[in-house]
């Protein structure tokens, strides 16, 4: 069964800080990994989409790599704004039935 | 512009009433998905369809009901038998099951069982 994980739960950095965040995965099969972000109250967004041949997609200031071997990827946000305040959640997609699963998380607040 | 509309964003629900949340696409996907969403849980899949006419159970469709009789709707029901139904639902959608294209995600509904 594939589990997947984001530590911290929570994250709070200053404005203008680099900052990485991670989701960990137990079944290396995947097809591909999705990253979103969710506002207090809203749907979820997405942000990059990696399929399991590519190691990184960008998009503006956000970079996600993936590692398959290792059951890793990172987003990677440059220069953070307070802007960026919002829950971040990874999900990847796995095995015959292509079964989507949701890590729980992590909440970025950049303080002005 | 494409995308996926949920209805209501809020709803209030006596206890033993049904209620039925819309959710329609205009991205011509195949594969909907509704998921439920609780503090510190995560999001948790209650059914999918993958085609008009079918649908799957998922991890927690106990008390949940849907349809899918056009390839755009896919509405879902939340009965008197779901014993804690105050929740944050989402409905989702991608080209096909089986392809490893983009999930889209609605803004949601919120239903509080009063």
């Known amino acids: 069964k594939q589990e997947v994980t984001q530590i911290p739960a929570a994250l709070s950095v200053p404005e203008g800080e680099n900052l990485v965040l991670n989701c960990s995965f137990t079944d290396s099969a995947i097809y591909n990994l999705q990253w979103f972000r969710q506002d207090p109250g809203k749907g979820l967004t997405s942000l990059l989409l990696i399929q399991s041949s590519q190691r990184e997609q960008t998009s503006g200031r956000l970079n996600a790599s993936l590692d398959k071997s290792s059951g890793r990827s990172t987003l990677y946000i440059a220069a953070s704004q307070p802007g960026d305040s919002a829950t971040y959640l990874c999900a990847v997609l796995t095995g015959a039935n292509s079964k989507l699963t949701f890590g729980k998380g992590i909440t970025l607040s950049v303080r002005p | 512009d494409g995308g996926i509309t949920q209805s209501p964003k809020y709803l209030f629900r006596k206890e033993g009433q049904n209620v039925t949340l819309s959710c329609e696409q205009n991205?011509?996907?195949?594969?909907m998905y509704w998921y439920r969403q609780d503090p510190g849980q995560g999001l948790r899949l209650i059914y999918y369809?993958?085609?008009?006419?079918?649908?799957q159970k998922g991890d927690i469709a106990e008390g949940y009901s849907v349809s899918r009789e056009k390839k755009e709707s896919f509405p879902l029901t939340v009965t008197s038998a779901q014993k804690n139904p105050t929740a944050f639902y989402l409905c989702?959608?991608?080209?096909?099951?089986?392809?490893?294209?983009?999930?889209?995600f609605g803004e949601g509904s919120r239903l509080t069982v009063l």
């Open positions: 989702a959608s991608k080209e096909g099951l089986f392809r490893s294209g983009e999930l889209f």
């Open positions: 369809s993958q085609i008009v006419n079918d649908f």
């Open positions: 991205l011509n996907h195949d594969a």
